[in-house]
């Protein structure tokens, strides 16, 4: 999809705030800098529309972006950041559970993780509970610019054995500073949000 009309239409903190448009949505989830913000200005060729921040926990709320008046984006805050306080962790956990438990209109989850790494438990938990309430999930492993050509098989056995990946779920490995992997994505997308 190329995409020419993109906006931010709310940072919600409550269901109440949710836009009531009825497009498909697809939200990114993964530890707090992974790169959920860069994937998605990435995809929408956008160098700074999502803030992103070499500081983890930028993100803060649900942010809503409205793409082509087709689809919603909704980037999610990330978790696992040590420094986020207790009551903090909290509250982004109860507001990230309860729109994706009861969001009629998520169609399915862009889990990110990092391709260096092993995925970690707060990623297997989270790949645990996007397949308990049967969200279709593509996992991407980011910052695939940082490893070498000849570790990309060793990467997607590593993530696949990692989260247990499902047969069902896709893998993409992505760079948001390359833009590799970038039509993979759009096509996972599309394909699941039926547009
Ligand atoms: P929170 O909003 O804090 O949860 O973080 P986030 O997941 O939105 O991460 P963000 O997109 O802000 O990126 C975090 C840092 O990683 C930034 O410094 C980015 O420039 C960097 N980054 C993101 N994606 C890539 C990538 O594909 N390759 C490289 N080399 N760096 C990346
Ligand atoms: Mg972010």
Known sequence: MKVNQVSLTISAVAESQYPATGYPEVAFVGRSNVGKSSLLNRLIDRKSLARTSSVPGKTQTLNFYNVEEELYFVDVPGYGYAKVSKSDRAKFAAMIEAYLTSRKQLRGVVQLVDARHEPSADDV????????????????????????????????????KGLDLNQTDHLVLFSA??????????????ATAEI
């Open 125 to 160: 938990s989270m790949y645990q509970y996007l397949k308990y309430f049967h969200l279709p999930v593509l996992v991407v492993a980011t910052k695939i610019d940082k490893t070498s050509r000849a570790k990309q098989n060793a990467v997607i056995k590593m993530v696949k």
């Open 177 to 190: 500073t390359t833009g590799e992997g970038k039509d993979a994505v759009w096509q996972w997308l599309e």
